[in-house]
């Protein structure tokens, strides 16, 4: 019955998340960060994604990676495509945006052993405070930066 809302730069569990402590143990040695897929299709995050046509300008609620696997993959995906928003991208392309394509999140095994411990005695701001000693801040200009990448399309270099 309630609403929770907060920039993902301000959220403690977010960024404990993103840095790879609040993930499972099997995460940081799956054996599938790899582009050596056993699926069909692979469905993440695209963080890095900067439109490259009119199509794909209106992108502010977020934007999935597609990996076709396999060519059972390839034919679903025909089957929605023209039901959805799409833009072909580069492998390294979508490699640079998300980490577990190529590696598994790589975090010392006694620094996530210190923070399970700790979590079971302390609240998500503490372990925030001891363990993310450097928090990132939003640049003072971050929004100018922003519409400057999501209409870059537009500018001919």
């Known amino acids: 019955g309630s609403k929770y809302s907060k920039p993902t730069v301000d959220d403690s569990y977010f960024?404990?998340?993103n840095i790879g402590y609040?993930?499972?143990?099997?995460?940081h040695r799956c054996q599938y960060t790899n582009l050596n897929r056993q699926i069909d299709i692979t469905l993440s995050?695209?963080?890095?994604f900067s439109p490259h046509n009119l199509k794909m300008c209106n992108y502010?609620?977020?934007?999935?990676c597609v990996l076709i696997n396999s060519e059972k993959g390839k034919e679903l995906f025909d089957k929605i495509g023209k039901n959805i928003v799409y833009e072909e991208r580069s492998l390294e392309e979508a490699k640079r945006s998300n980490q577990s394509l190529s590696k598994?999140?790589?975090?010392?095994?006694?620094?996530l052993?210190?923070?399970w411990l700790d979590y079971s005695n302390m609240t998500v701001e503490q372990l925030f405070k001891k363990y993310v000693p450097h928090p990132?801040?939003?640049?003072?200009?971050?929004?100018?930066?922003r519409l400057k990448r999501k209409y870059q399309?537009?500018?001919k270099k």
């Open 22 to 27: 609040s993930l499972r143990n099997s995460c």
């Open 45 to 48: 995050d695209f963080w890095t």
């Open 60 to 64: 502010n609620h977020g934007v999935s």
């Open 136 to 145: 990132f801040k939003i640049p003072k200009y971050m929004w100018l930066r």
């Open 15 to 17: 960024t404990l998340f």
């Open 153 to 155: 399309w537009i500018v």
């Open 104 to 111: 598994p999140f790589g975090l010392p095994q006694e620094q």
């Open 113 to 115: 052993d210190e923070f």
